[in-house]
């Protein structure tokens, strides 16, 4: 068909909305890319092509299409181990093969292979594009189905979760899942990662909501009065014991008790863990009789357990009983597309604490704050933000409220990254001229102050200063 007749037949079929969708086609003939490119973009598809099979591969990779033309005989590898590879990656994504070879055989082998459909050259525009519309527009509806499904469970069970990352959306499954059971589920990830939050997550979600959530950290007590805050102790257990105490184990019975740091738990308090864990039973400090109890464990590290086993410093027996259903956070550098959503969640969060009107942030402040590597993950995150919050007049939260360290101010020396013509006492000087700067700022210009922080004597900073021509913005305060 040439040019002019698809015009002519798109002019006849003209829908007033154009279709949408990205469709890839994998032929090796450039005669038959460019006449299926210029039909379907016509359509008002979005269109990539590729010449042979791995080019192919690598373009579906590179962008989430929504249907693939691909044709059965390419000069590197058949269209069925192309066909394979696409399926091991998503197996949804509509293939509608082509070949110029239909024989039975192939076409059965094709829907065999997970083929959406089986097309003949020289095909039927007409036929062709019904194909099309009818593959896009099951594909489009599926996936409005999963983005909704999703959308209703996250708006519906997390609504303080925030997250859109693939191992975050893994994470949001997992809880829906493990809620309402009562497992015992280790939660692991580093500092600041949301394990609290999520455990909190699961005992809202389980039929235990109405029951005490109890959460204590395992790693700041001395083993001693840990033992006693978790069993509790009659009086005179110990010389301090002047009358007896509930321990945390009958707080939560019924409810969920939240083990924080259970890495650093003492060898001993580990064992009578697990015999609660095993038998639900266990004893107040100097008592003599057995309590029963009904309390689901919740745990959380940022150790590596496993490693601590290894080396002997953690029950292998607990460990298989904590870790019955693992959550694992990853850190934040590792999901930086959940860092846009958790601002927008925290300046809204803030600006109500604070009763402000809705803080933005501007694209400029979004950069550095996307390069930055997290190493306090999401609760580094949430005070930065809630710093900007404070700080911030206007409505617009810009690049000037973020902290040096983040906005990359006084740290990104371009004689650093790129030396040029500087000789290395230049850069040193440069280096030492910014962090002098940067510390007569800090003290507002006061010298001594300065002097005092950097422990020299204040005749060596003035030194400095002088050689360094650094200009001395205000007068100290005195
Ligand atoms: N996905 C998230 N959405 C919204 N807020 C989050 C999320 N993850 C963490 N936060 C917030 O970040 C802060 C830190 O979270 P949390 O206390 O649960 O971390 P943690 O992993 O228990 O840290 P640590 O190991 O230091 O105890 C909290 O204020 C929490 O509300
Ligand atoms: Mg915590």
């Known amino acids: 068909m040439s040019e002019a007749a698809v015009m002519t037949r798109h002019a006849e079929n003209h829908v007033a909305v154009p279709a949408t969708g990205c469709i890839l086609i994998i032929d090796d003939e450039a005669e038959i890319r460019e006449s299926l490119q210029t039909l379907l973009e016509l359509e008002g598809y979005e269109v990539i092509t590729a010449a042979n099979g791995a080019q192919g591969l690598m373009r579906s990779g590179e962008k989430p299409f929504d249907l693939v033309l691909l044709d059965l005989t390419l000069p590197d590898q058949d269209g069925f181990s192309v066909l394979s590879t696409i399926r091991e990656r998503d197996a949804y994504l509509p293939v509608i093969m082509i070949t110029a070879y239909g024989t039975v055989e192939n076409a059965v082998r094709a829907m065999q292979s997970g083929a959406t459909n089986f097309v003949q050259k020289p095909w039927d525009n007409e036929k062709l594009l019904a194909d099309v519309r009818e593959t896009m527009k099951r594909r489009q509806a599926e996936e409005e189905n999963v983005q909704l499904k999703r959308a209703l469970k996250q708006r519906y069970s997390f609504e303080n979760i925030v997250g859109k990352s693939e191992p975050m959306l893994r994470v949001f499954d997992l809880i829906a899942q493990v809620a309402a059971s009562r497992s015992t589920v280790l939660i692991q990830g580093e500092s600041g990662t949301g394990k609290e939050v999520i455990a909190k997550a699961i005992h809202t979600h389980s039929p235990r909501k109405d029951q005490p959530f109890v959460p204590v950290n395992t790693g700041s ?254 007068k100290g305060r005195e």
């Open 221 to 474: 007590m001395p083993p001693d009065l840990l033992e006693s805050t978790l069993f509790g102790h009659l009086k005179g257990a110990f010389t301090s014991a002047i009358a007896s105490k509930k321990g945390l184990f009958e707080v939560a019975d019924k409810g969920t008790l939240f083990l924080d740091e259970i890495g650093s738990m003492g060898m001993e308090t580990q064992a009578k863990i697990l015999r609660v864990l095993q038998d639900k039973k266990f004893m107040h400090l100097g008592g003599t009789h057995e309590i029963q109890v009904d309390v689901r464990i919740l745990a959380a590290t940022n150790v590596d357990l496993q490693q601590l086993v290894k080396e002997g410093r953690f029950r292998e027996d607990l460990f298989y009983r904590l870790n019955v259903i693992s959550v694992d956070l990853p850190p934040l550098r590792q999901r930086k597309e959940d860092i846009p959503l958790l601002v927008d969640h925290f300046l809204k969060k803030y600006s109500e604490e604070n009763e402000h009107p809705l803080r933005r942030i501007t694209a400029e402040a979004l950069r550095p704050l996307l390069q930055h590597s997290w190493p306090g993950n999401v609760r580094e995150l949430e005070n930065t933000m809630e710093r900007a919050v404070v700080l911030s007049t206007g409505t617009e939260v810009g690049v000037e409220l973020l902290p040096d360290n983040i906005a990359g101010r006084h740290v990104m020396l371009p004689m650093i990254d790129q030396p040029g013509d500087a000789s290395l006492f230049q850069i040193l000087e440069e280096c030492e001229r910014r962090i002098i700067t940067g510390m007569l700022e800090k003290c507002h210009w006061n010298q001594t102050d300065a002097a005092e922080r950097f422990h020299v004597p204040l005749s060596t900073l003035n030194q400095k200063i002088k050689r360094l021509n650094i200009e001395i913005k205000k």
